[in-house]
């Protein structure tokens, strides 16, 4: 029903920026909410931000707070992972996801869709 393709990962020094970019097509885009996802090596996917349908509602893991925006452009179809302040403990497979319908923060239940992940390397 959508496919998901994220974009903008890469190297960084600590201290530094990424914008990571999650484009969507197959269905409309602003009937989902979307979501951002890490995995580090050895360890869970969790949890990192997500954004409601309008854009009005975003949430935010505790060790990103502050640091990282989630944003959505729906006439892109694209949304946004803006990290700012990268720390090397960020270092991890950044996945988009999204859900249909409203957001359930926190946690993978409700999304669907995944992308395939883009990469994030934060060097000390």
């Known amino acids: 029903q959508v496919h998901l393709v994220e974009s903008g990962g890469g190297l960084v020094q600590a201290g530094g920026s990424l914008r990571l970019s999650c484009a969507a097509s197959g269905r409309t885009f602003s009937s989902y909410a979307m979501g951002w996802f890490r995995q580090a090596p050895g360890k869970e996917r969790e949890f990192v931000a997500a954004?409601?349908?309008?854009?009005?509602?975003?949430y935010y893991t505790d060790s990103v707070n502050g640091r990282f925006t989630i944003s959505r452009d729906n006439a892109k179809n694209t949304v946004y992972l803006q990290m700012n302040s990268l720390k090397p403990e960020d270092t991890a497979v950044y996945f988009c996801?999204?859900?249909?319908?409203?957001?359930?923060?926190?946690?993978?239940?409700?999304?669907?869709?995944w992308g395939q992940g883009t990469q994030v390397t934060v060097s000390s």
């Open positions: 996801a999204a859900q249909w319908g409203a957001v359930i923060p926190g946690t993978e239940v409700g999304f669907d869709y």
């Open positions: 954004i409601s349908l309008s854009g009005v509602s975003t």
